[in-house]
């Protein structure tokens, strides 16, 4: 069985950092385009950060480049998510996403399509 597995989220105030994790089983993520969405309260939900399977392309959202990394431990099946300099905006449930046949990492973000594969996320809260 396919599954993700996020966690690390929290509450930290804003200029702090978190980092979430996303453990797969039951598949290899090497040979997988990797996403970070999240959703805040009313709001759509949204690529953050997306990775190609062999890490030669990202894309970022405007609003967290320069803050959020991305990076694969593959002995671990596992990719990380580094938040720093966190805002309030920056709140919401986050969501990592795997697919193996994305076009390009600007798709799989924009979710044209929706990727195939999805944990069920973790909440980061950053207070105003």
């Known amino acids: 069985q396919l599954q993700l597995v996020e966690s690390g989220g929290g509450l930290v105030q804003p200029g702090g950092s978190l980092r979430l994790s996303c453990a797969a089983s039951?598949?290899?993520?090497?040979?997988?385009?990797i996403g970070w969405f999240r959703q805040a309260p009313g709001k759509e939900r949204e690529g953050v950060l997306c990775?190609?399977?062999?890490?030669?392309?990202?894309h970022y959202a405007d609003s967290v480049k320069g803050r959020f990394t991305i990076s694969r431990d593959n002995a671990k099946n596992t990719v990380y998510l580094q938040m720093n300099s966190l805002k309030p905006e920056d709140t919401g449930i986050y969501y990592c996403?795997?697919?193996?046949?994305?076009?390009?990492?600007?798709?799989?973000?924009?979710?044209?399509?929706?990727?195939?594969?999805w944990g069920q996320g973790t909440q980061v809260t950053v207070p105003s």
């Open positions: 996403a795997a697919d193996h046949y994305m076009t390009t990492v600007q798709a799989m973000c924009g979710m044209r399509p929706k990727p195939s594969y």
């Open positions: 990775i190609s399977a062999t890490g030669g392309s990202t």
């Open positions: 039951g598949f290899t993520l090497d040979y997988y385009a």
